[in-house]
């Protein structure tokens, strides 16, 4: 079940609870705490099984017509599952009923590394689009690929 989340000690409970889980993707501590802190103003997406949520994805306006899929985290126990697209497919309504016309992720460019090979393809498999990559926004070891999709007419 995905619910929209609003109170801003949930979201930042459920950031923590799952991207701790997930220090394969989410290693830096001051990233981490940066998504944690800074998903309280986003729009929060919580995937749960039951009561417990075992993923959620915020989105963050970057333009008046671009929201960005700012963060994303899915417990391992749960991937492939089926969970993350569901968070994907609800956040493209949310972000079309706010009005947003263009959704866009960032992650590292394919052939870096496994886990974030397996990223880009699900990106891929959900409909985002390659625009950029930019090779030293993050730094050398990991340079940024940003991936977009028209929320128009889908």
């Known amino acids: 079940m995905i619910v929209e989340i609003t109170d801003s000690n949930e979201k930042q409970t459920i950031a923590r609870e799952v991207l701790e889980a997930l220090t394969d993707w989410f290693e830096v501590e001051e990233s981490r705490e940066g998504y944690i802190s800074g998903c309280t103003d986003w ?7 039951g009561q417990k949520a075992i993923g959620f994805l915020c989105l963050k306006e970057t333009g008046k017509a671009t929201v960005e899929l700012a963060v994303m985290g899915v417990l391992k126990d749960h991937h492939r599952g089926g969970v993350g697209r569901q968070l994907v497919e609800r956040a493209k309504e949310a972000a079309r009923e ?3 016309e263009f959704m866009q992720v960032k992650t590292v460019k394919m052939g870096m590394y496994e886990d974030y090979d397996r990223t880009n393809l699900f990106y891929i498999s959900c409909g985002f689009k390659e625009l950029e990559v930019f090779p030293l926004l993050w ?11 028209s929320l128009k007419n889908q």
Not at 43 to 49: D, H, S
Not at 141 to 148: D, H, K, L
Request: proline share 5%; glycine share 4%.
């Open 98 to 100: 706010k009005g947003y």
């Open 139 to 149: 730094d050398e070891a990991n340079p940024c690929q940003i991936y977009v999709m």
């Open 43 to 49: 729009t929060f997406l919580a995937a749960k099984e």
